[in-house]
T-cell receptor
Framework: DTGVSQNPRHKITKRGQNVTFRCDPI?????LYWYRQTLGQGPEFLTY????????KSRLLSDRFSAERPKGSFSTLEIQRTEQGDSAMYLC???????????????FGEGSRLTVL | KQEVTQIPAALSVPEGENLVLNCSFT??????LQWFRQDPGKGLTSLLL?????REQTSGRLNASLDKSSGRSTLYIAASQPGDSATYLC??????????FGKGTSLLVTP
């Protein structure tokens, strides 16, 4: 169990470019979450997957944002036509509930920091 | 929408002190509450998870308590060390899919 893995750790891009972040959750976890965090704030929920199904999207997730989780394994978060306001840390987390003693404890990755110039 | 407040926003203590971090939340119908630690520029590390049926959980020098009916949780850190310096976040889990976070308490433990 290597924990939640996120790539890239840092991304600097120019305004208007597209960026994609990848998250590999803990292997036995069927639930995956994306959060965004700006300086001095707590993480804000963006979207949630149960297996491959995207079950909830925050109103923070504008039309320029899209997330996928093909085959219920890794997930990608794409931001199109980036704006300076998109600069933030993008955090991925995973957990499971119910079976095998899973308590629902949420585990986070190290995050992907985006800087839009 | 669940609102989470953490007090104090920042705290500076000398090494060796015992300290208490406070978390309050507006919707007491929660399933569990999780405490996290975050170092600058890093992700969140889970410290303790308290289920709604529990009153407290302990891990080493950390003890978290939960009073669901009053919408409060506290994180007690015994014999603080400089390595405890970080931001501490609490997150109650209600009927929604996601955890809701406050802004956290920034802790500095000085040698």
């Amino acid at each position: 169990d290597t924990g939640v893995s996120q790539n890239p750790r840092h991304k600097i891009t120019k305004r208007g470019q597209n960026v994609t972040f990848r998250c590999d959750p803990i292997s036995e976890h069927n639930r995956l979450y994306w959060y965004r965090q700006t300086l001095g704030q707590g993480p804000e929920f963006l979207t949630y997957f149960q297996n491959e199904a995207q079950l909830e999207k925050s109103r923070l997730l504008s039309d320029r944002f899209s997330a996928e989780r093909p085959k219920g394994s890794f997930s990608t978060l794409e931001i199109q036509r980036t704006e300076q306001g998109d600069s933030a840390m993008y955090l991925c987390a995973s957990n499971s509930y119910g079976t095998g003693g899973n308590t629902g404890e949420l585990f986070f990755g190290e995050g992907s920091r985006l800087t839009v110039l | 929408k669940q609102e989470v407040t953490q007090i104090p926003a920042a705290l500076s203590v000398p090494e060796g002190e015992n300290l208490v971090l406070n978390c309050s939340f507006t919707d007491s119908a929660i399933y569990n509450l999780q405490w996290f630690r975050q170092d600058p520029g890093k992700g969140l590390t889970s410290l303790l998870l308290i289920q709604s049926s529990q009153r407290e959980q302990t891990s080493g020098r950390l003890n978290a308590s939960l009073d669901k009916s009053s919408g409060r949780s506290t994180l007690y850190i015994a014999a603080s060390q400089p390595g405890d310096s970080a931001t501490y976040l609490c997150a109650p889990k209600d009927s929604g899919y996601a955890l809701n976070f406050g802004k956290g308490t920034s802790l500095l433990v000085t040698p």
